[in-house]
C-alpha cells in the first residue's frame, strides 16, 4: 500500500511539474535557437527537468562515476544497456550534450515527448526499414554538427537485467562516420522501476558509470557486428562489477540508510 501511495504521489508530481518545465523549455529553445542551433541550452535544462524527478526520490541512491571520460566538444556514438525506464531520467543526470535516439511513442506523450520534438532528438519506429534508414541519416547530421548520439543498443528494456543482444545500427553508424564510441553502464534501475511496472520498490542504489572512449581505431578493423560483440561483452563485464555494489541495496523505505 505505502510503495502505490509512493509511486502515485510522484507521478502527480511528474504530471504537475512537467507543465511548468515544458513551457520553460519552450521558452528557452524560441531564445536560443537563433545563436544556439545545436540547441546544448535546451539539452541541459532538460537534464536538469530530469534530474528533478531522481533528486526529489530520497529512496533512489544513485551513484554517478566517470564524467572525466567526456571530452569537450567530441561527437560520441554513447552505447548503454537498458534495464528500465528509468534509464533515461538517469541518463540525463551526466549532464553533458548528446541527442537521445528513441521509439516514435514517446514523442507522443504530452509535454515530455513535446520536448523532446523540441530539442530535436531522434525518432525511430521500431521495425520500419524506411524510418530506421531516417534515423541513420539524422544521426550522421548531428554527429556532423557536433552532437554526440545516444543509444541503447538491445533496442528495448531488459526483462531481467541482463545485456540483451545489440542491433548493428549504432556500430555502423560508428564505423561511418569514424566517430568513437563512448560506452556507459547503468546498474540497478531494474530493481528501482522494473520493465512493465510503474510501481514504487523502496530503497534501491543505482550505478551509472561513463567509461574510456573507444577511439575508431580499435575497431576500425571490424565489422559493426564484431564491434557490437565487443562492446557488448565490455558492458556485460563492467556491469558484473557494478552489480557488486547494486544488488546488495533494495531494502524497505522505512530504513534510514542503504549505503
Known sequence: MLNRLVSSVFLVFIALTSILFFFIALLLRLISYPFDRRLRLLHLFTCFWASCYTWTMPAWRIRIEGREHVRKNMAYVIISNHQSQ???LIAFRLFFHYKWVSKIEIFRVPLIGWNMALNRYIKLKRGDIESVAQMLRECKMHLDEGSSIFMFPEGTRSPDGKVKAFKLGAFQLARDKKAPILPIVISGTNKALPKYSMNFTGVQKIYIKIFEEIPYAAFAHL??????EMVRQFIIEKLKVMNEYTLGGSCRI????CL
Open 86 to 88: 528509468l534509464d533515461i
Open 254 to 257: 522505512t530504513q534510514r540508510m
Open 223 to 228: 565489422s559493426a557486428q564484431e564491434t557490437a
